[in-house]
């Protein structure tokens, strides 16, 4: 049996994407800080603001044919209304625990295993956000490093969405914004959570074992 490790397997992205890979018989392994479902194993309750506070889980992962990352924090400030512990909580959300935790799971990652980071169109096209559009884009460059580095047929890839219908994030967004966003979008269509899981899952599959250092755009044209 396959498995897959989710960090950040509690946000709407994450389960989403645990169903999927649950139903196609893979053994899905979670992160989360908030569950209080502590005597369920698959779910390690792992606080990745410090590496130190993941060693002892290790022994409870075993080997990885996935590791995908479903993390991402949207204050929705401008510049000059962040506070300096604001910018720590937002690059710390979106690139720092991201960081962390490749310090720790890819020692366990098997031979042809996919490692997928959740980017952001506000990171390739900017957005409103400053912070987060440039916590985002950092995960361009270390898709691309990591890839150039690759070693065991392991691959390293970036989807980038647009706003996620029916998301978290989503939800945050008034019905005028998210109208928005549809108009803004050639498709007129936003991306929904399980189109965006099932794209996930495919692109853990060999038939795509040569695509390596990627960014994918999904947001129906909005960004091109």
Partial sequence: MKTCLIVGGDSSLGAAVASLFRSERYRVLTTSRRTTRTNDSSILRIDLDTTNNAQSYKGHIGSLDALIFCTGYLPGKSLPDYTDDDIYDVFNSNILVVIRALQIF??????????????????????????????????????????????????????????IEG?????????????????????????????????????????????????????GGRYV
């Fill in 106 to 163: 890819t020692p366990h990652l098997n031979t042809g295993a996919s490692v997928l980071f959740t980017g952001s169109i506000a990171g390739s096209a900017g957005g409103f956000d400053e912070a987060y559009a440039s916590s985002k884009s950092a995960l361009t460059g270390l898709t691309k490093s990591l890839a150039k580095k690759a070693s065991n047929s392991i691959r390293f890839n970036c989807v980038s969405p647009g706003l």
């Fill in 167 to 219: 998301s978290g994030m989503s939800d945050t967004f008034s019905p005028e914004e998210i109208s928005k966003h549809k108009e803004q979008t050639p498709t007129g269509t936003l991306v929904q959570l399980p189109e965006l899981a099932r794209i996930y899952f495919d692109l853990c599959q060999p038939h795509w074992s040569s695509l390596n250092g990627h960014v994918i755009d999904i947001n």
